[in-house]
């Protein structure tokens, strides 16, 4: 069954840096994309990086030129590092993997959020 694994939040002030990551575990077929998103207490979910396989990171405007997203194929895992991290960052942050599983077919997968809250 897969599952994704993801790493622990935290609180961090604010300027600071964090990395998240996420695990895609079980017996699959393979991997298509990869992304990150977020939800603020009382805010609807919103995207945050996209990495397509084969492709290069796509990060919201939001966050361009602090999140920088990485893939590490054989590991089946990816990374956000966030730095100069703002208080409006503050959110539940959810890993999503597009997975292919053999006989299956293809599906999203979720992870469970990662808590992360920045202070002023």
């Known amino acids: 069954q897969v599952q994704i694994v993801e790493s622990e939040g935290g609180l961090v002030q604010s300027g600071g840096s964090l990395r998240l990551s996420c695990t895609v575990t079980?017996?699959?077929?393979?991997?298509?994309?990869m992304a990150w998103y977020r939800q603020a207490s009382g805010e609807k979910r919103e995207f945050v990086a996209l990495f397509p396989r084969g492709g290069s990171a796509n990060v919201a405007d939001s966050v361009k030129g602090r999140f920088i997203m990485s893939r590490d194929y054989a590991k089946s895992r990816m990374d956000l590092q966030m730095n100069s991290l703002k208080p409006e960052d503050t959110a539940t942050y959810y890993c999503?993997?597009?997975?292919?599983?053999?006989?299956?077919?293809?599906?999203?997968?979720w992870g469970q959020g990662i808590q992360v809250a920045v202070s002023p």
């Open positions: 079980g017996r699959f077929f393979r991997i298509y994309d």
């Open positions: 999503s993997a597009h997975v292919e599983v053999a006989g299956v077919g293809r599906d999203i997968y």
